[in-house]
């Protein structure tokens, strides 16, 4: 559908960094090379839980081109814990380690290789602790601490405050509720009740973790790919104790981040490197060190769903446990965010969900695309699929019933619904079953509902200039997503110019006004709509000048694309400024500031919606899925750039793919056994199904500029349990821990049950009835 | 970016060279023919060397030729060479199609056989074929020049009975005769592949009776696998072999030392035997 009165929106410009990402001449974070600078690498901890006796540095400071050495002993005089959620991390290790492949030590040499040849020369005495590596066994009573000591609260913490302020391995609790879940499912027609897993997984991107940091006398500067800028400024303030003018964070162009680069990652210990040289220092990952900084919360879900005669959901009960890691990162709002997904798009009268982020001695989970909705989007969807066929109805149909419609509150407290998910539901069908279903095959739908664009808090600036060209100055970074594309559209869109009179600035925080975050699916929401009011300010100031200028009142001037009109001549902005000014090149300044007020006060910003579907054909005899075809819908209100948009539901669904089918990080005892990308799968483009409808629903409702709202995770949280509901309508195996690994699926299709990591049944206590905060 | 440590390189001129190299470097130097899976290992810190004897700068040393009823591929010739090569396409076509299947198409033009197959690596594609075609190694070493048979090449994972300082410069496949005929068929969810199985029979004239059977596993143990048993399971007249093969399949699972790895279950690696040696044996009779 095409918006007629849009002249740059709404329609698939050529990216803004196309040419220079597809020529290689895009700037990255590992591209730049600061005079003087110097090299870290890691020495990282070689087990999961042990109390460091001593590091010695005396043979490693003798080496070739070492310059300094940085043990977690040497952190005197800053304050080396970081965290926007939970103050808990370290920057190196201090006095214990609590994971394997921790940072123990860094060296810093005149080139690269030459530190790292020179780690093996650090000696470290470990003494061994008991680890604690999955949720069951810290839960366990007298399980060993991870963390000894309680903690502060880190200032962007979200709306919870963490459990790990208090002690125990318990990092954070979220409990939901509202009905009566108890007397729901007492008296219902019909309830099941299962456990599902979902995996531990790595969101891969290909540019690893790389940071360069400058301390000097003026102050700490930082270049790194990192997806908040705002947020690893507000840590590396905290660390080293400096005013917020005197940290400035350069995010050039971020090489894929997935929320793999959300909040503060090697940052704060990039920048001790140099504060303590006093040389620039770079710091960059490999894809298996990427792989031991940051996960998923792998996830253990009981749910039970209970439905009466006619197919109305009654109560959804559930207890999510996730395991965290050695450190909270983002989990604490993943936490959270898994609470509320849980439940879905769906009109649900009584709730009750106890989620819990627990910490283990493995490597720290944090934000992953999803955002916790993969996690508990797969168990609430295939047990819809097994609610259909006890109740004998059609599993798109049971969906329809019970989706929310516009406008009606699927969660108390929370905006409501502002998707039409209904109709969302009608196109993937309508696709999905233009053909009769091959032999053999299968297929299935799934939805899901996340409160997503977290806090409205973003700022746009927007100059003007002499000549007509506009700058966006603005912090969304861009990582591949096009958000540069969308915010120089909308500008060019309200200044009335052509697109290439607009450039983007971004990301720099010393020139770039605050935005909270690029995640949570929020750029073209909120910085999108403060490019746009920027621009309105922009418009308004440029109106009153052009009234002095030509000495009548700004309502006797009638706004044209790219100026006004009084008295039947157009002034272009840039004969307005060089009459206001009376000289060449002279600029203005239109700005906006968006906070949690007026339209913006009511969260989520708004609910980004996920319907997809798939059909899957299955290799009986090994078990083997292969994708045969995949429909996701983009509701995102109305796609400021079309072609993008459908390609975040491809690259989403993808990642979804990689999910359901192939991906999962395996841990033998404490080691992560298949932490690179020979043994850990993520998809291939053979694996894409021969058939891809991309969808777009642009019903003008979100809160957005022009009634956008965002797109990117939607498409990725229900098609894991499609999967597994397609395999389940080829086959009928039910798989309910996920890869579905041809060995699984085989495993289910002849009887075999498949365990599930460290059953809740285990301890033979039901989770609903047990505290297990205690 | 996994980085490499500090290593020099050296390009021999010769054979006699290469090994004259090798026997000086001793343990510090390792014959570099590749690299898809020595560099690999190296970055990871698996393995160290300080000298790499680049061997496919010597000249002549990836021809491939047929001489006297042998195919005769040089030691480097890369995966990619052989599968697109216009004489084994016609002469031994079930080796090109293998080949086209190994990895990717960035590892088969970088890649060699000779490297391959001298790494070891337990889930070699081509290692598993070469088995049942009754290939052969020509080697050269200080002490002179040898022949290793396939079936007796393999010491276990990453190990092969080269012995120090030996190098290996060509691999030999007698050229089957029209009765004989074969199939490679492998498994892959993952980069490696999952299992690999090869199957060779020599069909009587009438096609109807399999006078001779070679057939071997790769991938789920240590070595590619041939089993005695299950060969002479598959030889006699059609009908008794395909109501064999499930025997067959299973003397071969039990010849292969299956064990329990990220890849699967022994349990399942049995099952995939069973499935593949029935798609092998689909496969190698199609069109006859």
């Known amino acids: 559908m095409k918006h007629g009165e849009f002249r740059v929106v709404n329609h698939s410009v050529p990216r803004e960094d196309g040419v220079a990402k597809v020529t290689g001449r895009a700037v990255f974070t590992s591209d730049i090379r600061l005079d003087g600078m110097a090299y870290a690498k890691l020495l990282r901890s070689p087990v999961a839980h042990a109390r460091i006796l001593s590091v010695d540095t005396r043979e490693v400071l003798r080496q070739p081109g070492v310059i300094a050495v940085l043990t977690g002993s040497d952190l005197h005089g800053i304050d080396p814990y970081y965290g926007h959620a939970v103050k808990d991390h370290p920057l190196l290790a201090i006095g214990k380690v609590r994971f394997l492949g921790e940072p123990v030590a860094a060296v810093v040499a005149e080139d690269e290789r030459s530190a790292y040849e020179a780690l093996e020369s650090v000696g470290v005495e470990y003494e061994e602790l008991p680890a604690v590596l999955d949720v069951d066994s810290a839960l366990a009573d007298g399980a060993p601490l991870l963390h000894e000591m309680t903690y502060r609260t880190g200032g962007f913490r979200g709306f919870d405050d963490p459990a790990s302020t208090q002690p125990g391995n318990i990092c954070q609790r979220i409990h939901l509720e509202w009905g009566d879940a108890g007397a729901a499912f007492t008296s219902a027609a019909h309830a099941i009740e299962g456990e599902f897993f979902f995996p531990m997984a790595y969101a891969y991107a290909m540019e690893p973790y790389v940071s360069i940091a400058d301390y000097n006398d003026a102050g700490l500067t930082v270049y790194s790919s990192a997806q908040h800028p705002f947020i690893v400024r507000n840590d590396l303030a905290k660390v080293f104790g400096l005013a917020l003018n005197r940290v400035r964070l350069i995010v050039p162009f971020v090489g894929g981040g997935y929320g793999s680069k959300s909040y503060t990652k090697i940052e704060p210990l990039t920048a001790a490197c140099s504060w303590k040289t006093r040389r620039p220092v770079k710091l960059q990952l490999s894809v298996e060190e990427a792989m031991l900084t940051t996960r998923n919360d792998d996830a253990r879900v009981r749910i039970r769903m209970a439905a009466d005669r006619e197919g109305r959901f009654v109560g959804l009960q559930a207890t999510i446990l996730l395991n965290t890691g050695a450190y909270a990162e983002n989990s604490p709002l993943v936490a959270r965010r898994a609470a509320n997904r849980v439940i879905g798009p769906y009109r649900i009268p009584n709730v009750k969900v106890d989620c819990y982020a627990v910490y283990t001695n493995t490597v720290p989970a944090s934000s992953f695309r999803g955002f916790g909705a993969t996690q508990v989007t797969f168990p609430r969807e295939s047990q819809i699929d097994e609610l259909a066929e006890r109740l004998g109805c059609d599993p798109v149909e049971l969906r329809r019933k019970n989706l929310a419609a516009r406008g009606e509150s699927i969660h108390s407290g929370l905006r409501p619904l502002d998707a039409d998910l209904s109709g969302d539901l009608s196109m993937v069908v309508e696709a999905l079953t233009d053909r009769p279903l091959p032999k053999g095959h299968g297929r299935a739908v799934g939805c899901s509902a996340s409160d997503a664009g977290s806090d409205p808090v973003s700022s746009a600036v927007v100059h003007v200039y002499g000549d007509g060209s506009i700058s966006v100055v603005m912090g969304s970074t861009e990582m591949g997503q096009g958000s540069h594309t969308v915010m120089q559209q909308i500008a060019a869109e309200e200044m009335g110019v052509a697109i290439e009179r607009v450039r983007v600035v971004s990301c720099d925080t010393a020139i770039t006004p605050f935005d909270r975050s690029t995640g949570a699916s929020r750029s073209t929401t909120t910085m999108g709509r403060a490019v746009l009011e920027a621009c309105q300010d922009a418009i308004a100031q440029l109106r009153n000048m052009a009234a002095d200028v030509l000495k009548t009142n700004p309502g006797n001037l009638v706004l044209e694309r790219d100026g006004i009109a009084f008295q039947k001549r157009h002034w272009r902005w840039q004969d307005v400024l060089g009459e206001f000014f009376g000289l060449p090149d002279c600029s203005i300044i239109g700005r906006a500031y968006l906070r949690k007020a007026g339209d913006l006060a009511l969260l989520p910003l708004f609910w980004e919606v996920g319907c997809t579907g798939v059909e899957v054909a299955v290799d009986t005899e090994t078990g083997k899925i292969h994708l045969e075809r995949l429909i996701t819908v983009g509701d995102v209100g109305l796609a400021i750039h079309p072609a993008m948009a459908e390609g975040q539901d491809l690259g989403a669904a993808t990642m979804g793919l990689g999910l359901g089918l192939y991906e999962e990080l395996v841990y033998e005892g404490q080691q992560l056994v298949n932490g690179n990308l020979l043994d850990y799968r993520v998809p291939r483009f053979s694996d894409l199904p021969p058939q891809v409808d991309l969808l777009l629903a642009e019903n003008r409702d979100g809160i957005g500029p022009y009634g956008a709202k965002g797109g990117g995770e939607g498409s990725l949280n229900p098609v894991p349990a499609s999967l597994a509901n397609a395999l389940y309508s080829a086959t009928r195996a039910r798989v309910r821990r996920l890869p579905l690994t041809p060995e699984r699926v085989w495993g289910a299709l002849t009887g075999r049950t498949p365990e599930l990591p460290n059953s809740f049944g285990s301890s033979g206590v039901r989770p609903q009835e047990k505290d297990i905060g205690r | ?288």
């Open chain 2, 1 to 288: 970016m996994m980085l490499l440590r500090r290593f020099e390189i050296h390009q021999p001129s010769n054979v006699a060279e290469a090994v004259q190299m090798g026997a000086h470097f001793g343990e510090q130097a390792s014959l570099y023919a590749g690299g898809t899976e020595l560099l690999l290992a190296m970055k990871h810190d698996v393995l160290r060397y300080k000298h790499l004897i680049d061997v496919k700068v010597i000249p002549g040393l990836e021809a491939i030729e047929l001489r006297d009823g042998m195919i005769r591929v040089g030691a480097t010739a890369t995966h990619r060479s052989i599968e697109r090569s216009a004489l084994l396409r016609s002469r031994l076509p079930v080796f090109t199609k293998m080949e086209s299947l190994v990895a990717n198409v960035r590892v088969r033009n970088t890649g060699t056989l000779g490297g391959n197959l001298c790494f070891a690596e337990p889930h070699s594609d081509p290692a598993t074929l070469l088995l049942v075609l009754g290939a052969s190694v020509a080697v050269e070493g200080p002490q002179g020049r040898r022949e290793i048979l396939m079936d007796d090449f393999f010491a276990g994972p990453y190990e092969t009975r080269l012995a120090p300082n030996e190098m290996m410069t060509a691999i030999q496949i007698p050229l089957p005769s029209g009765r004989w005929r074969s199939a490679y068929v492998k498994f892959q969810v993952h980069e490696r592949p999952m299992l690999g199985l090869a199957l060779a029979l020599e069909t009587t004239e009438d096609g109807e009776t399999f006078s001779r059977a070679r057939v071997a596993v790769g991938c789920v143990s240590p070595c590619p696998q041939r089993s005695a048993a299950a060969e002479s399971l598959l030889t006699g007249p059609r009908p008794e072999i395909e109501r064999n093969l499930p025997l067959a399949a299973e003397a071969l699972a039990d010849s292969a030392e299956l064990i329990d790895d990220q890849q699967g279950s022994a349990e399942y690696k049995r099952h995939l035997i069973r499935v593949f040696l029935r798609r092998a044996f689909v496969k190698a009779l199609e069109g006859s």
